[in-house]
């Protein structure tokens, strides 16, 4: 099996707005691993209220398009607040390309100041029995919602969509065939 990440390439909805660190555009905030620390990162969205929402589109990766099939697609959000004895909780789902939603799911509750990868579950369909499509991935956008904060400001860096997928087999046809080479 093989992975790729896919990361945000358009904005489609930043309302009630996120603070943003530069710029005027979510997406570009959100499609750039910063890993260094959360005071000095000038790549994240910020809030310090719940009920806040972005949804981003996403890049169209070439590599799963002709796949065997696609195993599975799992969300990941970056994301911390650096108050100390400040908890969060984040929304992170997954939207179909009319904005329907396929999935939301609420991140644990956490209180590092630490920048914290979220793992959301790893989807093995798209409605719960159909198997993904390149075409289900294309459109796919991600839903991030500040969801409770006991305080502070809430920090998202880094938002992605890891697909796991098995490649097609390919075939070569240039064995020899009776001492000749086709």
């Known amino acids: 099996m093989a992975t790729v990440n896919i990361v945000p390439m358009a904005d489609i909805l930043n309302s009630p707005a996120w603070t943003l660190s530069a710029g005027t555009n979510v997406y570009s905030l959100l499609a750039t691993d910063d ?40 969300l990941y959000v970056k994301a911390c607040v650096r108050t100390r004895g400040q908890t969060y909780e984040i929304n992170g789902g997954l939207l179909d390309g009319t904005g329907s939603t396929l999935y939301i799911e609420v991140a644990g509750t956490s209180s590092s100041a630490n920048w914290n990868l979220h793992e959301f579950t790893e989807r093995t369909t798209s409605d719960g029995s159909a198997a993904w499509t390149a075409g289900d991935i294309d459109d796919l956008r991600i ?37 000749c080479n086709f």
């Open 143 to 179: 839903h991030v919602e500040s969801r409770a904060l006991s305080g502070g400001t809430l920090l998202v860096t880094y938002a992605y969509v890891k697909v796991t997928y098995t490649p097609a087999v390919s075939v070569t046809y240039n064995a020899p065939f009776f001492g």
């Open 35 to 74: 890993s260094g620390n959360p005071d000095s990162d000038g790549s994240k969205i910020s809030c310090t209220a719940t009920g806040k929402v972005c949804v981003v589109g996403l890049t169209n990766e070439e590599s799963y398009r002709e796949a065997a099939s696609i195993e599975s697609v799992q």
